[in-house]
């Protein structure tokens, strides 16, 4: 790895499970925990693990594909320490604990502040997404960049500023609303469709005073989204406003790992 370097990558990112990771040099934090069972929970912190020792996850709401009772049971195994915004504490107690006690679960709830984490300084911001669910993007701030990352929300406009400047985003871009149609799926409202994503990236390039270097498109529906599909809505929009995307775009994979991306 670049001494200098962060990282990020994708684990998972669908609707069915939601896994990416950030590192510096000395710190990897894992952003949502929502694996399917316990052995591969086990085994992707595991391989996370190797390189370097996971210094904290974070979550970002408590929605099953995020995190659940088999994922918690692993981190309190492994004895690893979960940050979560205050207002989610008794959303995963309800949600997820399913009788258990969880004694030795290390939770570390957050308010609306940041808080330092190893060679990172986090700044959460809340997003719209589904009624009665707190759900919270974050700024993380290390090594003198700025990344971005929201992976479930509905309207952007209000969280403009947290993605502006920023030298890496990760953002949802959900469904092709051609293929809405098609499929219709009434939660489909409270995740950002393709069209809004590029809005968003667009906003973001015209009040920034320097572009991105690369943006992932994340959380991509199965049945109402493609790669493809999301990544050409983003162009196009640049395209029609008479230029072309100044960063590197592409889509996370929905079940399997995303290349590193260094930043």
Request: glycine share 6%.
């Amino acid at each position: 790895m670049d001494r200098m370097a962060l990282t990020f990558q994708s684990i998972c990112s669908s609707s069915s499970g939601n896994c990416i990771t950030v590192s510096s040099p000395g710190t990897r934090l894992v952003i949502d925990c929502g694996l399917s069972s316990m052995r591969r929970t086990r085994q992707i912190l595991s391989l996370l693990g190797q390189e370097m020792a996971i210094s904290s996850i974070l979550l970002t709401h408590t929605h099953s594909d995020h995190i659940a009772y088999y994922p918690l049971r692993v981190l309190e195994e492994m004895n690893l320490p979960i940050r979560l915004h205050e207002a989610c504490v008794g959303p995963l107690q309800e949600r997820h604990y399913n009788g258990r006690r969880f004694d030795s679960l290390r939770l570390r709830p957050f308010g609306d502040e940041g808080f330092e984490v190893g060679d990172f300084w986090v700044r959460p911001f809340e997003v719209a997404h589904q009624p009665h669910c707190a759900t919270f993007g974050f700024e993380i701030h290390g090594e003198e960049k700025k990344i971005a990352i929201a992976t479930d929300l509905c309207e952007w406009e209000r969280q403009l500023e947290h993605f502006v400047d920023a030298d890496f985003i990760f953002v949802e871009s959900n469904h092709d609303l051609g293929l809405l149609r098609e499929r219709y799926n009434p939660n489909s409202r409270y995740h950002l469709p393709n069209p809004q994503a590029a809005k968003l990236l667009k906003a973001v390039i015209r009040e920034s005073k320097k572009p991105p270097r690369q943006v992932m498109l994340g959380h991509l529906s199965s049945q109402r989204n493609t790669p493809r599909l999301a990544v050409c809505e983003t162009a196009r929009a640049f395209e029609r406003a008479g230029g072309t995307m100044p960063f590197a775009l592409s889509a996370a994979p929905l079940k399997s790992a995303s290349g590193v991306i260094r930043i």
